[in-house]
């Protein structure tokens, strides 16, 4: 899927609140990492996950579904598998009326849950991480194109 780095851009400076499905509370997951990542850059990351529901993760209550975020949702970020995308979209569609984005992981794509949710005018990113882009689209990627935050001289 190919979308312009204008589109990636905007979508990232417009969401002020991410619902990240299937987020972690193990610091080594990458639905854990790319949470506090983002939660580090300003955005509000409600973490849903069924059974993490209760606990906290970066300032936030760990949510079971969709339907009990009590706050405007601006994106939901999908770290689930593709069979699992339909009925993530269609709770999202249902419940999350501010809704404008869903952004489904690398490696997540559904095609008919994209469309479904593009016809009713939400923006729909499958396979790309909004960390990834974040860091390639505002200048922090280094290092081979990782954010390590160690620069060497020797380069």
Request: charged residues 25%; contains cysteine; hydrophobic residues 45%.
């Amino acid at each position: 899927m190919q979308y312009s780095d204008e589109l990636l851009k905007d979508v990232l400076k417009r969401t002020k609140v991410i619902a990240v499905v299937g987020v972690s509370t193990n610091p080594v997951r990458p639905s854990y990492y790319v949470a506090r990542y983002l939660s580090l850059r300003g955005y509000r990351v409600i973490g849903v996950n069924p059974g993490a529901a209760g606990q906290m993760l970066f300032g936030q209550k760990i949510v079971a579904g969709l339907a009990e975020i009590d706050a405007p949702v601006d994106m939901v970020d999908i770290f689930r598998k593709p069979d699992a995308v339909p009925a993530i979209v269609d709770e999202a569609l249902e419940v999350l009326p501010e809704l404008r984005t869903i952004w489904m992981q690398i490696g997540v794509e559904h095609g008919p849950a994209a469309a479904k949710a593009e016809a009713r005018g939400i923006t729909v990113i499958q396979n790309r991480c909004p960390k990834i882009e974040y860091q390639r689209l505002f200048g922090e990627l280094r290092m081979g194109g990782f954010a390590t935050g160690i620069i060497s001289s020797k380069l």
